[in-house]
């Protein structure tokens, strides 16, 4: 088991740019496949990005494409995402996943252990 702890939410302007972090510790963290999801009030959990154990594949979800980055650095056990050119559809509480694999995927299913989330809120 993985434990996962977010941080870097909080609040911006539409427009402006945020980077989230996520500390982990327990099992061989850079074997394993990082994902970054978030759920929007009122709305199903969505998959937001995901990083392969060995940082070299990389899947992001149409609507962040191009204004989002994740990366990792297996020797700090840590993974990010930078988010640049905020909307405010991108308001959510973003949760980082770690998975059973060292294969990127996109599905909540394959990812066994889940931070607490962190709040990004993205003004008008």
């Known amino acids: 088991q993985v434990q996962l702890v977010e941080s870097g939410g909080g609040l911006v302007q539409a427009g402006g740019s945020l980077r989230l972090s996520c500390a982990a510790s327990g099992r061989t963290f850079s074997w394993a496949a990082m994902g970054w999801f978030r759920q929007a009030p009122g709305k199903e959990r969505e998959f937001v990005a995901s990083i392969s154990g060995s940082g070299g594949v990389t899947y992001y979800t149409d609507s962040v494409k191009g204004r989002f980055a994740i990366s990792r650095d297996n020797a700090k056990n840590s993974v990010h995402l930078q988010m640049n050119s905020l909307k405010p559809d991108d308001t959510a509480v973003y949760y980082c996943?770690?998975?059973?694999?060292?294969?990127?995927?996109?599905?909540?299913?394959?990812?066994?252990?889940w931070g607490q989330g962190t709040q990004v809120t993205v003004s008008s």
């Open positions: 996943a770690a998975s059973n694999a060292p294969y990127a995927a996109t599905r909540e299913d394959r990812y066994g252990s």
